[in-house]
Structures are given as structure tokens and as C-alpha cells.
């Protein structure tokens, strides 16, 4: 299967010098000096979310956790030009987090799979292995506002100092806003506070009610006074790129390692199968039994980093097509086949800004359909033409605060329902009336602490049911559906997905 890669990050123009340096000219480090601690607190104990990057034996830098599993960087770490291409490092990549002091055992080291670079910013997001579930270590709010002139900002990083080359400790340093621009921030530092190489990567932080959020990453810096540097040099400036306007990409990309079920008749015999990726972004199928079992997974292709990934017939056949959205807001079309294969991707249409899409056939002239939210909570419905590709949008209903939506035929109608989850742990039913609209909601259960929930008839009895995943124990279950808008209890299906 063909995918596409978002694109590389354009060439920033290079007045500073970058903030990394080669191993072997000596390992990287830290901030000069050490700033006020965040909220008053010890300042290295609080800034565990600060991740110490090294690129094989070649780089070091600083990274920032803003997602379970995705680490925020310079992506000047990863190519001298700020351009490493989408997809598994070049180069063996470890990420230590969780651990401002590097001699201690805490924390979680483990290795970096992927790179989203950004298409016009010195930044990358690095993807870990696995999810960070310490409780202790929680990802860093994003800002939502600019830096303002002259407001200070405490700044982190692992790289050296003035007087070592490879600290263990994290540092920290206090610089005042000079100026924003749409896409950095200029930073005035002083004597007790200068970026230096190996601090690429690291955190501008600003504390608002005594929360800190990240306003920007170091980009670039004068050195001035970092070891190494030239006695001559006395500029402490450094440039950070600005992340406050980057909450929709950053939420994109990360989503990645979120959205990994999807469900449709891969091989057209008439029974729902499973896709998924996982951590390695490897899409798999695990082709359905009559029944509800399910055979040992195939791997259709690797490189997956797509999102709101929904599998139907669009194109009026008995497999399904898969949809996707890529980093760029792309949403793109894969037509399925009989033996198994799928076509290249097809742009079906740029700047797809939703989320919980779905598809079925809601207007009931036996098209698959798509269902989609945008960003202020209204619901849209966007008829399927039988081709792979859909008519004007028609919105459904405001004020959708649901999450995990799916679709299917639940009540036995012939018509596709939807069922959802709101923020209090209730599941509901809205039965579908065949012409894109749905009736009142019904209640099927409370407390429904599931994630990756996806319908199909996975038991090819012709009934909807229901998949989900247990986060706490990793197990997956079934709730066969009886046709009604009922369902049966449910089925342990395997642990530790």
C-alpha cells in the first residue's frame, strides 16, 4: 500500500548558530547559571517532563514531553539543515525522560520510532516506542498566547555550561522577551543565562496560575560565555520557535499513536475485520471468523502516520476503501480490492479539520457516507456518491460533546445508528431514520471506561456489534448485538492490546 509523507521543514534562515553539536567534539549540555524555580518549587524535580535526546553517537539535545507519547524538539537535532525526512530516525535514537538528573535510575528510557518535522519551524515531534504511563511524569500544558515583550521566561535544557561539558543535571535560566515574530521568539539572556549547544530542543516556560506551559522551543543561540565558545563572544540572544499557535498540529500528529482501530470487510466475505497500527506505525488486519474470532494479523504496510483512519465500501464494492487524514489536514482514499491489495491514495479533499470521523450509510440509498465533528462541537454529514466521492456537507447537530462515536446498524432497521460516549461515562444510542437525521437518544449503559471503540458485524450473524479496549488491563472485548439496540455481555477477546 502507497502512503504519503507530510512535507520536510523548510530551510530557516541560519543568523544564529544551531544549538547542537556533533559527539565527538565533545558531548552537549546545559543552561549557564541556574534560574528560579517554577511556582517556587525545586526546579529540576518539577521539570520531569524535560527529555535528554541522544542521536546515535553523533548528537545531543533537549525534548519536551506534550503527549504520552510524543517528545516536542528542534528538528536541527535531527539534520544540520532542519530537515529530517518523516518516519523512523537515520540514525538510533534514545530518549531519556522523567529524569533531570541523568545519574539516577527513574524515569523511562527508551527509543525514538518516528519524526514529524513541521513544515516551516525549527521543530520535530519524536515519537517514543511506548506510551509514558508514570504518573509522575505528565506531558506539559501547550500556551495558547504569544510571548509578550519583556515577559521572562524560564528556559531548560541538558546541554553544557560554562564550566562543564557534559552535565548530569537538567538547568534552567531565566531570558526576557525581546520581540515575536509569526513563527519565533527573540530572547534576551544574561550573564547567568545563555542556550548552549545540546540545549536545541529544550523549553520556554512560562508559569500562569501556578501551571507552567510551553510558549516556545530553543532554536538557536549566540553561546555567548557557554564552554567552548570563543572568549570573544559575549552575546547571551537565542531564538525559540513558537509553538502557542501550533495546538491543532501538535493534537494531529499525536493522535497518531491514539486512533490505532478501525473496522470493515477487508477480504468481502461479509464479515467485519479488525485494522489497527501500532507503536511502529505498521497497519495491520486481523481478518474476521463467523463467530467473532479472529485470525493471526497481516501487515498491509509500515510508515502509517495517518489519523481519523475509517474503513467502508466508499466505492461500491464488496471490500472496504480506507480513508485518512495526513499531517497536512489532507484527507486521502485507498480503494480496496478482492485480493486484498489497495490502489494509491486519492486526495479526496485538503484542509480536514474534524475529528470522530465515521462512516455508514445514513441516507439510505446504500452509499457509504461520512460523519465528522468540527472544532466548536457541530456535526456534519457528508454524502457518499457511491464513487469515492461525497456531496456537499449537511450539518446533523450542534453542540456534540460526545466522544468514541461509531456507526453501524445497531437497532436492525437497515439504517445506520450512531452510538457515543459523553463526558460522565454514559453510552447512547441514536437510532438513524434513513434520511441523514436521527431520532432521540437512548441510554444503553453508564460507566463506560473503554477506549478504541469500534462496531461491525465481527460475528457475521448480520448484527452490529461493538469492540472496545479495557485501558487499565489492555484487554479487548466484544459486546455481540442482538438487533435490537441491545447487547449481550460482553467477551474477552485477548489481553494486552
Known amino acids: 500500500m502507497q502512503h504519503t509523507r507530510p512535507l520536510r521543514l523548510s530551510a530557516l534562515a541560519a543568523a544564529l548558530l544551531a544549538a547542537t553539536v556533533a559527539l565527538s567534539a565533545v558531548p552537549a549540555a546545559a543552561m549557564t547559571g541556574s534560574a528560579p524555580a517554577l511556582s517556587g518549587a525545586d526546579a529540576p524535580s518539577q521539570l520531569n517532563y524535560v527529555a535528554k535526546i541522544n542521536v546515535g553517537e553523533q548528537t545531543a539535545c533537549t525534548g519536551t514531553l506534550v503527549d504520552p507519547q510524543w517528545v516536542l524538539s528542534a528538528a536541527t537535532c535531527f539534520a544540520a539543515d532542519g530537515k529530517p525526512p518523516a518516519g523512523k530516525p537515520a540514525i538510533t535514537t534514545t530518549v531519556t525522560i522523567g529524569r533531570t538528573d541523568l545519574t539516577q535510575t527513574n524515569g523511562s528510557v527508551q527509543q525514538a520510532i518516528a519524526l514529524v518535522p513541521h513544515a516551516d519551524r525549527d521543530l520535530v515531534l519524536v515519537r517514543l516506542a511506548t506510551r509514558i504511563t508514570d504518573p509522575a511524569i505528565k506531558p506539559v500544558p501547550l500556551a495558547t498566547?504569544?510571548?509578550?515583550?519583556?515577559?521572562?521566561?524560564?528556559?531548560?535544557?541538558?546541554?553544557?555550561?560554562k564550566t562543564e561539558w557534559v552535565p548530569s543535571k537538567l538547568h534552567t535560566g531565566t531570558f526576557t522577551v525581546a520581540s515575536t515574530t509569526n513563527t519565533t521568539v527573540d530572547l534576551n539572556g544574561s550573564d547567568t543565562a545563555t542556550v548552549c549547544k545540546g540545549d536545541a530542543g529544550g523549553?520556554?516556560?512560562r508559569t500562569a496560575n501556578g501551571t507552567p506551559e510551553l510558549v516556545a522551543?530553543?532554536?538557536?543561540s549566540w553561546q555567548g560565555g557557554c564552554l567552548g565558545t570563543d572568549a570573544?563572544?559575549?552575546?547571551?540572544?537565542?531564538?525559540?520557535?513558537?509553538?502557542d499557535d501550533l495546538g491543532a498540529w501538535i493534537k494531529v500528529v499525536t493522535s497518531l499513536s491514539q486512533q490505532d482501530l478501525m473496522a470493515g470487510d477487508y477480504n468481502g466475505d461479509g464479515i467485519t475485520d479488525l485494522f489497527s497500527t501500532d507503536a511502529r506505525g505498521q497497519l495491520s488486519v486481523w481478518t474476521g471468523n463467523k463467530g467473532g474470532s479472529f485470525n493471526s494479523p497481516r501487515m498491509l504496510t509500515d510508515g502509517w502516520d495517518f489519523t481519523q483512519n475509517v474503513a467502508a465500501s466508499f466505492t461500491a464494492h464488496s471490500t472496504a476503501d480506507l480513508i485518512a487524514r495526513n499531517t497536512r489536514g489532507e484527507l486521502l482514499l485507498w480503494t480496496g480490492s478482492t485480493t486484498g491489495t489497495f490502489s494509491a491514495p486519492k486526495k479526496i479533499t485538503g484542509g480536514w479539520d474534524f475529528t470522530q470521523t465515521v462512516a455508514g450509510?445514513?441516507?439510505?440509498?446504500?452509499?457509504?457516507?461520512?460523519i465528522?465533528?468540527?472544532?466548536?462541537?457541530?456535526?456534519?454529514?457528508w454524502p457518499g456518491n457511491g464513487d469515492g466521492t461525497f456531496s456537499t456537507r449537511k450539518k446533523v447537530t450542534g453542540g456534540w460533546d460526545f466522544t468514541q462515536?461509531?456507526?453501524?446498524?445497531?437497532?436492525?432497521?437497515?439504517?445506520?445508528?450512531?452510538?457515543a460516549k459523553d463526558s460522565s461515562g454514559n453510552l447512547y444510542l441514536w437510532p438513524g431514520n434513513g434520511d441523514g437525521t436521527f431520532s432521540t437518544r437512548k441510554k444503553?449503559?453508564?460507566?463506560?471506561?473503554?477506549?478504541?471503540?469500534?462496531?461491525?458485524?465481527?460475528?457475521?450473524?448480520?448484527?452490529?456489534?461493538?469492540?472496545?479496549?479495557?485501558?487499565?488491563t489492555g484487554t479487548l472485548y466484544r459486546w455481540s448485538g442482538h438487533g435490537d439496540g441491545t447487547f449481550a455481555a460482553p467477551v474477552r477477546l485477548t489481553d494486552s492490546w
Open 444 to 472: 444503553l449503559t453508564g460507566g463506560w471506561d473503554f477506549t478504541q471503540t469500534v462496531a461491525g458485524d465481527f460475528a457475521g450473524d448480520g448484527k452490529a456489534d461493538l469492540i472496545a479496549r479495557n485501558d487499565a
Open 372 to 381: 465528522a465533528k468540527d472544532s466548536s462541537g457541530n456535526l456534519y454529514l
Open 232 to 243: 570573544a563572544e559575549t552575546r547571551t540572544g537565542a531564538i525559540s520557535a513558537r509553538v
Open 217 to 220: 522551543i530553543n532554536s538557536r
Open 203 to 205: 523549553p520556554a516556560l
Open 405 to 419: 462515536t461509531v456507526a453501524g446498524d445497531f437497532t436492525g432497521d437497515g439504517k445506520a445508528d450512531l452510538i
Open 145 to 161: 498566547t504569544p510571548a509578550a515583550d519583556n515577559e521572562q521566561l524560564t528556559v531548560a535544557g541538558f546541554g553544557r555550561t
Open 361 to 370: 450509510d445514513f441516507t439510505g440509498d446504500g452509499k457509504a457516507d461520512l
